[in-house]
């Protein structure tokens, strides 16, 4: 009922309230004025004295066209003042009152009502859709992924506001509650190609098993605490992703540079893109042709990441020690590309800002490598047993001194606050021009200006879990994480066959690069074909770019 009222409150309503109003003050105003005309004239025409309430009686009596009869003029004059006020009674009162509260309220709640009223349940046909419940920033960023593939998708909400204002937004919403079976009926969970359970721990055991009990839908689950896993698999999800911790696992090991690991960040078959700092690998300071990472490991460097910006070396490239190469091929070079990296030992000692979940997994990360760190947190982590943190507001610079900012080779900023990465990300920055500092951005919007402060390497909450969910749902195990690029595959169009890799123009028309090309039979996919390579029927296209690359590779190459 409140969210009823509240509607009165809001946007066009309230400007009616504000015209109501004003009209009211009107009426008051016009029936005074009769009442004392009402007395002036039974005064001067017919001698009699009336108090001023009675006037007020009187002239109502008249306008509702009541008439008691009680009181009347008995003059010429007066049967027509009496007449005019009935009259201006007809209209003002009974005419334009009635009909300005049904145009102004009731007809727009009426219209609002019917126009807003929240989908229960899917149409029949409905199928192959993604179920997505619990709509947050992952699941937002997981929408847009899912839009750019064109694939279905349906948002299940409990709350009423929420599915209006998704819905008013243009997607497709069901309102219920998602541990209710008659809600997952509603939503065709039987005939859906995938759920999304993003809600608490609990609430998702609950909707694992309740969906679990219609139908054998694949669940994939975010958990946030690692040890709820296994309760969730038993419940019935096929896939339980510890976020924070892969999260807190990733930024660690983008902080250190110890036996610096190349990340696989996505595989297509047996190829595989991932990506290794150049920091502690014997190539720092070389060029791309000096480095000769092809001939030693097969390899190919497809991508270099410096501070959020992805772009493709030239031979004379100079591998900086703060970026990242993106590189492309099977296991077994990675694993050669590993011993040429591993041997490269070098002193290391880092900064951890926050000590939640994310911050905690980050240490326990490093403490497994033997990388020592520091700890920094204003309250301690009631959850954690395994760390000791320093207790300090990390903002306060004599804070950040006194836990060795400026002897660090790297730092975690890892608050829940974005706001407070950026201060602590420019803060330490200042303090330390050299650190490579690795910072987490909970919402997407906030990449940019981690790096405006001087991070080496941001990584977003949202992407990276709408990365793993879609990979997911698209049947793939490992998962792509950097910010801002995608590496997707896509069927060779049929305008393209027949034409070499340089006549096809992908590059200059979408902005996308060809990394590989699935061939047909069970041969190795061709990793950075050359631009004479002819591209032929039954191939397949691995493609990099930035999202909006791939939507309009997406475009120009519909078919
Ligand atoms: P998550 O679990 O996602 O890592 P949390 O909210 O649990 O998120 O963790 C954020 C941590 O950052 C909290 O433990 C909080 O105390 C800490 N934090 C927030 N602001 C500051 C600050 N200015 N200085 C030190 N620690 C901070
Ligand atoms: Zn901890």
Known sequence: FA????????????????????????LTLLVMTYA???????????????SFITGIYWTITAMSTLGYGDITFSSDPGFLFSAIVTLSGVVFMLILLPFGMISLFLAPWIEQ???????????????????????????????RHLQNRRTPFVIVSPDHEQAIALEEEGLQVVYGTPTDAKALRGARVEAAGHII?????????????TARSLCDTPIATLVNEPEHQDLLRLAGADQSIPLKNILGHYLASRATTRGALAHVLDSFGSLQIA???VQGTPFVGQTLAQAQVRQRTGLAV???????????????????????????????????????????????????????????AAASFLERRSVPFILIDCQSNPDCLDHVAVIGDATSPKVLRESGIQEAKGLIVTTNDDSTNIFLTLASRHINPDIRIVA??????????LYAAGADFVVSNASVGANILSNIIEGKESIFLTEGINVFRRDLPPELIGKSIQDSRI???????????????????????????????GMGLILIGSPEQEQVFSRTFRH
């Open 3 to 26: 969210a009823e009222l509240a509607y009165f409150f809001r946007g066009q309503a309230r400007k009616n309230i504000k015209i109501l109003t004003f009209y009211c003050s009107f």
């Open 36 to 50: 004392a005309l009402f007395r002036f004239l039974m005064w001067e025409l017919e001698g009699r004295d009336y």
């Open 507 to 537: 590059r200059p028309r979408s902005g996308c690069s060809i990394v590989a090309l699935e061939r047909d039979d069970d041969q190795d996919p061709l990793v950075v074909p050359p631009p004479e390579t002819i591209l032929a029927k």
């Open 302 to 360: 497809i991508g270099l990441w410096e501070r959020g910006r992805f772009t493709t070396p030239q031979a004379d490239t100079i591998l900086s020690p703060k970026a990242l190469m993106v590189l492309a091929g099977t296991a077994e070079q990675l694993k050669a590309l590993e011993k040429v990296t591993g041997e490269e030992e070098s002193e290391d000692r880092i900064l951890i800002l926050g000590h939640g979940r994310i911050g905690c």
């Open 275 to 277: 990506e290794i700092p």
């Open 197 to 209: 359970a993003n809600l608490s721990d609990p609430e998702n055991t609950n909707l694992c098993l």
């Open 440 to 449: 987490r951005a909970n919402r997407e919007e906030n990449v940019e200006q």
């Open 113 to 143: 009502r019917l126009r807003y009223r929240a989908t229960m349940a899917l149409p029949a046909e409905t199928s192959g859709h993604i179920l997505i419940f619990g709509f947050d920033s992952v699941t937002r960023t997981l929408t």
